[in-house]
């Protein structure tokens, strides 16, 4: 059963608890009250296509209507994306480090493993932070200046010149899977670290790391098959404008 | 096997692929199925939806008609399976790896599952196929002290090809693919010792 438009916010929470992190990066907080998903949606200003789409392609893995989710604003797709970059950053990967910390308090393991899980996971989080630098430095304000210029269809040469030094192909092609070292981390902890006297807190951070994963996966799937071919489309109109004018 | 193996049923009746899901929840496999009634699509796009390493098609669903598109190379590495009603006839199920006759008893047809999932790879006959051998871990312990494929090649006085071949052998057996998780994992093993790594591990 997907989400529905006219089912109340409250519900949608008690169908699926985690989607409230998605619904988070929507800059929607908890305290629905009776109100529907249409409704909390107006009342945060949320486009509730975009918001569905996306909410949905959590709640079932099975669905990712391509074809719907071209439509959505490239600016609008960014912010999101931004939001997810933040939700990694600030929370979800901090979260984890703390479990790894907390590995020795009950002497379950060796100060050593915890070192080295504890390395092997900043190693990770050094990888995920330059391939989201990047995107975010780099891929996303390109994106943001393309779709400045075509709707305002400003003329400014310095502008141009710099939209068309750059293309989307080249983020397409080197948009690295950031998943390996999880995928590794998971076998890790579920096959060959030493059996603990209690393992309760490997069950957390495992918790987390499928959780994660997941996330991430949505995440570039997003990118690559929605951001991609949005901005490919914003990149021929650009060419077409910009070619008309001959002042430039 | 460290994934979960994503098998898609082409199946129009519901009885049957609930019958199928019963049968491989008993081959100790970790897979998840997805479940199509018929192609309304291209049998193409399902694929790139689901991604499935394994489909299950009817005989009726995925026809002979299709024959022609089996070697492209869309389809490298899939392996289909027809479900058939009757003995089938030999040149409308060519284009299937395997079949498998629904009218036959539960016994009979676990045995087939079986037998296909060990021919495919996806289950082993004996457990401890997926350890590693004594040859794999030397070339695990070298790649963990941050030699590379050629440097290890010259060490075991073997080909760079077959260091490669250990390489892909020891991911696949461990479930880990990158350099410093390997690292880890020769480290809770014993294989190496922690003051032998030389600075920061790299990659
Ligand atoms: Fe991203
Ligand atoms: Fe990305």
Redesign the pocket.
């Known amino acids: 059963m997907l989400i529905h438009k006219d089912m109340k916010m409250a519900d949608v929470i008690h169908l699926n608890h985690h989607l409230l992190h998605v619904i988070n990066r929507f800059g929607i907080q908890l305290g629905f009250g009776e109100k529907s998903v249409k409704q909390v949606c107006e009342l945060h200003q949320v486009p509730l296509p975009f918001f569905l789409e996306i909410v949905n392609t959590f709640h079932d893995s099975t669905y990712f209507p391509v074809e719907s989710m071209l439509q959505f604003k490239a600016s609008e797709l960014i912010e999101y994306l931004h939001q997810t970059h933040q939700y990694y950053l600030d929370f979800r990967i901090p979260e984890i480090e703390n479990y790894i910390r907390r590995l020795t308090n009950d002497n379950s393991f060796d100060e050593e493993i915890k070192v080295l899980l504890l390395d092997f996971f900043r190693q990770y989080t050094h990888e995920l932070t330059i391939?989201?630098n990047k995107?975010e430095q780099r891929v996303y304000p390109y994106v943001l200046a393309l779709e400045h210029y075509l709707q305002d269809n400003k003329l400014e040469k310095e502008l141009v010149e710099q939209l068309k030094a750059y293309s989307i192909h080249e983020y397409e092609e080197d948009?690295d899977d950031?998943e390996s070292k999880l995928f590794d981390l998971k076998n890790i902890l579920i096959k060959y670290i030493p059996q603990p006297k209690d393992s309760r807190i490997l069950n957390l951070i495992l918790h987390e790391i499928f959780e994660l994963e997941k996330d991430l996966n949505n995440?570039?799937h997003i990118?690559d098959l929605i951001l991609v071919p949005i901005v490919e489309k914003m990149e021929q109109d650009f060419l077409t404008i910009s070619n008309q004018d001959k002042t430039l | 096997m460290n994934e979960v193996v994503k098998i898609l049923v082409i199946e129009k009746s519901y009885i049957i692929r609930e019958g199928l899901k019963a049968l491989l929840s008993q081959m100790g496999l970790a897979f998840r199925m997805d479940e199509a009634d018929c192609i309304k699509d291209s049998f193409q796009k399902l694929l790139e939806k689901y991604e499935p390493q394994v489909v299950i098609a009817n005989q009726l669903q995925l026809s002979e008609k299709w024959h022609g598109n089996r070697n492209s190379t869309a389809f490298t590495g899939l392996i289909i399976i027809g479900i058939v009603h009757s003995i089938p006839d030999e040149n409308q199920t060519s284009h299937f790896d395997f079949t498998l006759n629904v009218m036959n008893s539960k016994s009979a047809l676990t045995n087939d599952f079986q037998d296909i999932f060990v021919k495919i790879g996806l289950v082993s006959e004996e457990n401890d196929s997926e350890t590693i051998s004594e040859r794999e871990a030397d070339v695990l312990r070298l790649v963990a002290l941050g030699l590379t494929n050629n440097e290890i090649a010259e060490r075991l006085f073997i080909s760079v090809h077959t260091v490669m071949t250990h390489r892909k052998n020891i991911t696949r057996k461990l479930g880990i693919k990158t350099v410093s998780g390997l690292t880890v994992y020769a480290i809770l093993n014993k294989l190496v010792e922690s003051g032998e790594l030389k600075g920061g591990r790299k990659e």
């Open positions: 391939h989201i995107e948009h950031v995440h570039a990118e």
